[in-house]
């Protein structure tokens, strides 16, 4: 009898002993993923000039008061101070749903645009844009190591680019002063692999400075990429975004 109660005993300490380790685990992970990782993230970019108001391109409404520059549109345009690109994806705790977005941003942003302008009608005939990934930063820095090493691997792939495809048409009236919705294709070159898309964009004039912004959701796979995780517990979900507002002045 005596034997029997010491092995129950026995069970039992060794129950709350592995209670109490796994109990410590998840501890562990929970200080990791509300310490580590955020609970808040910056929103999507939008586009909203004090003075604008939502639009299509194809509006033929009365365009208010502008404070835009009078001059021809036509010529180079070039990335000006305040664009800004990255990614955003959803975290998750292996037992918890995701607290909120990562999101990682840079203004390393090179490029530029050609745009003509006949009459109200602007095409822009050729842009294009690379970002350094590298340079990617989030509010913390073991996401943004994991992000250099897996995932974007910008170790490796430092930089993604984008082209235009097809010559972009816009009114100006739709967009002076104005936020005007449009659509454009081009190739992006990201994780060293190239596929062309068609992304919807907000673009505005505002003053001297064009602003487009836009967005483009994907499936890790689509770029021979792999979702980042910390030791299984924290990972992220199945797509990525990669989002932007550039700025570009003319000159």
């Not at 919807?200 to 400075?209: F, N």
């Amino acid at each position: 009898m005596l034997g029997r109660i010491k092995n129950l005993r026995g069970r039992r300490l060794a129950a709350a002993v592995v209670g109490g380790g796994l109990l410590a685990v998840v501890v562990v992970f929970l200080v990791i993923y509300f310490v580590i990782f955020p609970t808040s993230s910056p929103k999507p970019f939008r586009l909203t000039p004090a003075s604008a108001s939502t639009t299509t391109a194809t509006s033929t409404t009365t365009t208010p008061a502008s404070t835009a520059t009078p001059g021809s549109l036509t010529g180079n345009w070039q990335i000006a101070s305040g664009s800004l690109a990255g990614y955003r994806v959803r975290e998750k705790l292996a037992f918890l749903p995701a607290q909120s977005d990562a999101v990682g941003r840079t203004s390393q942003i090179t490029g530029s645009a050609v745009f003509e302008q006949k009459g109200e009608e602007v095409t822009i005939t050729r842009a294009n844009f690379t970002v350094n990934v590298e340079s990617l930063k989030s509010d913390r820095s073991m996401r943004d190591e994991k992000i250099r090493q897996i995932g974007l691997e910008s170790e490796r792939y430092p930089t993604a680019t984008f082209v235009l495809d097809s010559p972009l048409q816009l009114s100006r009236r739709a967009i002076e002063g104005k936020v005007a919705h449009v659509s454009t294709t081009g190739t992006f070159e990201i994780h060293g692999v190239f596929k062309r898309e068609t992304l919807p964009l907000e673009a505005t004039l505002a003053g001297s400075t064009f602003e487009a912004a836009g967005s483009l959701t994907f499936p890790w796979a689509e770029f021979g990429m792999t979702a980042p995780s910390v030791g299984g517990f924290v990972n992220v979900t199945g797509k990525a975004t990669l989002e932007f507002e550039l700025r570009l002045q003319q000159g």
